[in-house]
């Protein structure tokens, strides 16, 4: 049968975290859905729409790899996938804290699902979209962790704005 996992994020935007995540991920299933959660309740950068595109473009190159997007309950879109795996990556201790809370919720409401923590690439460790927002909108890049199509929604988004 085969393995289905689910990985999903608000990818606001995408970063090389998230791409080496999914690769890991990829080693261990044989299907990996990386899904762009449409959650009403955050405040994003970017439209679901254009998260999704970004995802496509980044994923392009790995097989096994596909992009998708789902509102409601993470679990509920599980069932629907025939998956009873959830992806997340941590990069440090203090992510634990709301990954074992968001863990043991979609545990209590779906008991057969599994929630697989994959530890990023060091090079990774200290990286979040939120962090690397801030810099780009204050004017500086950072090509190291974005991956191109991202680097480039980012910097139309800042440079309009700038331009306001
Ligand atoms: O990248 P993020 O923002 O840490 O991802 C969080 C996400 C989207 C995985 C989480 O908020 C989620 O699963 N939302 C869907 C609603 C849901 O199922 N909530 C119950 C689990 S807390």
């Known amino acids: 049968m085969e393995r289905v996992a689910v990985y999903p994020g608000s990818f606001d935007p995408i970063t090389n975290g998230h791409l080496d995540i999914a690769r890991r991920a990829r080693r261990l299933f044989d ?3 990386l899904t762009v959660a449409d959650n009403s309740s955050k405040a994003h950068t970017f439209s679901t729409a254009e998260r999704v595109r970004l995802a496509k473009a980044c994923v392009a190159g790995l097989s096994g790899v596909e992009v998708d997007t789902f509102d ?5 879109y599980l069932r629907r996938k ?3 795996v959830i992806i997340r990556g ?4 203090s992510d634990m804290e ?3 809370q968001m863990a043991s919720m979609n545990r209590a409401v779906f008991p057969e699902v599994e929630t697989v923590f994959l530890m990023p690439d060091e090079r990774y460790t200290y990286l979040s979209s939120t962090m690397i927002k801030e810099v780009a909108r204050l004017g500086a890049a950072v ?5 191109a199509p991202a680097l480039e929604a980012l910097r ?3 440079a309009r704005r700038a331009r306001r």
């Open 98 to 100: 709301y990954e074992f």
């Open 72 to 76: 409601g309950l993470l679990v509920d």
């Open 31 to 33: 299907r990996v859905i």
């Open 143 to 147: 090509p190291d962790y974005l991956p």
């Open 90 to 93: 941590v990069r440090a201790v």
């Open 82 to 84: 025939d998956s009873r």
């Open 156 to 158: 139309r988004r800042y």
